[in-house]
């Protein structure tokens, strides 16, 4: 009796803290924040399945990100041998607020090249990570990027990509913004919550520089 009593009282203060949303309760004011358009730079993708280039089976990857019914794919990864990453240098803007959940999928697409013909094979998902808008939002640093002014962006933070529970790839993204993002008070979660996916970033080595200039896509 007395532990059903204290499971029910956990499992109200859980409901309590967290909300129908991962730590809604205590990221105060972002529910009823402007929306911004947030830039996520995709630099690269290890994926277990896929690690290099076939000479008669061509399988590349691409990875598609989704906000709400927003949804943007890359072009398929060309691979880079001496960092033995797939290789994407693409930017994908959409209009966010912070408790927006942002997913990450990555899939691979097979093409079979022989002499007289190529053959495309359907494509197939390898996995997909998931996170809120405002667990990078505390990584974002005003840079001052002369013409463009000053940008608010992160570091470069992989992502692991799951499937059925294992870690199918690792992604490297970053984010940009024009907009000031709101103060940590403001969006970050409490301490001890039941969110806290942005601790593990922070022992992430942000010394390794990509291509700054990637291409860009930008949603309507």
């Keep these: ?13 859980c409901r309590a803290q967290c909300g129908s949303f991962p730590c ?6 972002s529910a009823n924040a402007r929306p911004f358009k947030l830039s996520i730079v995709l630099h690269s993708a ?16 691409y990875i598609t990100i989704r906000i709400n019914d927003k949804l943007k794919e890359t072009e398929l990864g060309d691979w880079c041998s001496d960092k033995e990453q797939w290789c994407f240098r693409e930017v994908i803007t959409l209009e966010v607020v ?7 999928a990555v899939s691979s697409s097979t093409k079979y090249d022989f002499w007289l013909a190529s053959v495309q094979l359907t494509n197939t ?6 996170f ?8 974002l640093k005003p840079e001052d990027r002369d013409e463009n002014g000053i940008v608010f962006s992160s570091p470069i933070i992989p992502f ?8 199918t790839a690792r992604t490297y993204l970053s984010f940009e913004t024009m907009q000031a993002p709101m103060t940590s008070r403001q969006h970050r979660p409490s301490e001890g919550g039941c969110c806290e996916i942005s601790r593990k970033w922070d022992t992430y080595d942000d010394s390794e520089r990509y291509d700054s200039s990637p291409s860009t896509r930008e949603s309507d």
């Design 132 to 139: 809120p808008v405002f667990s990078v939002m505390p990584r």
């Design 46 to 61: 290890t994926v277990e399945k896929i690690s290099g280039p076939g000479l008669v089976q061509d399988q590349r990857p």
């Design 98 to 104: 912070p408790t927006d959940e942002i997913f990450v």
């Design 1 to 13: 009796m007395l532990q059903s009593a204290l499971g029910f009282l956990a499992g109200y203060a």
């Design 24 to 29: 809604a309760a205590s990221c105060k004011g």
């Design 160 to 167: 692991d990509v799951r499937e059925d529970g294992v870690t």
């Design 125 to 130: 998902k390898i996995g997909e990570a998931c």
